[in-house]
Structures are given as C-alpha cells and as structure tokens.
C-alpha cells in the first residue's frame, strides 16, 4: 500500500520568485506562499497562518517565471518533501504539480 502525500494550499506569493538549473539541466522556480484562513478545530475556530517553500520544476518553471509577482494568488497541488539549509535545519518544502493563479 502506497501512503499519501497530497497538498491543495492556496495563498499569496510572498517574495519574488528565483528561477535556478539544476546541475542535470532542470529548471526550478521556487517561491514563498503564505496562507492565511479560519479554520475549524474541536467545534472551535481558529486562525491558520502557513507560510512554504514552493518548488515548481521543469518546462512549467520557465512558464510561470513572468506570471508569478509579489502578492500574486493561487493554488498549489502538490507533496510535501524535506530539504536540510546549509546549517542542516530542516525544512518541508511543496514540490508543485499543478500551479493555477486564482
């Protein structure tokens, strides 16, 4: 059995999108998404506020590079991974499979 690992998450681009290569030859565009929403927990509701690492590679990369600014919406479809900064502090990061601007 195959466990899941699916995110939807919808927000603002927070900080202004980088477009690297890969040393293979592959493009990514990695962005900040911050969320911010009421959400129900126990009958109760309660502010969520998420801010990510959103990587978005391949040929989709190069084609949002222009589409993507400061403040822009949308949603993300995608799974979450970990990456290690230079210091080796973990972080999760959304590897985008589908990007739509809302």
Do not use: C
């Not at 592959?26 to 911010?36: P, T, W």
């Not at 919406?73 to 995608?78: A, L, S």
């Amino acid at each position: 059995m195959e466990l899941s690992n699916q995110l939807v998450l919808g927000g603002s681009v927070s900080k202004p999108p980088k477009l690297t290569t890969s040393p293979a030859g592959i493009s990514h565009l990695r962005f900040v998404l911050d969320h911010q929403s009421e959400q129900q927990e126990a009958g109760y509701p309660r502010r969520s506020f998420v801010r990510v690492l959103v990587v978005l590679g391949g040929e989709a990369a190069k084609q949002w590079t222009h589409e993507l600014t400061v403040g822009s919406q949308v949603q993300v479809t995608g799974f979450l991974n970990r990456i290690e900064d230079k210091n080796g502090v973990g972080k999760l990061v959304l590897h985008a499979q589908q990007l739509v601007k809302i």
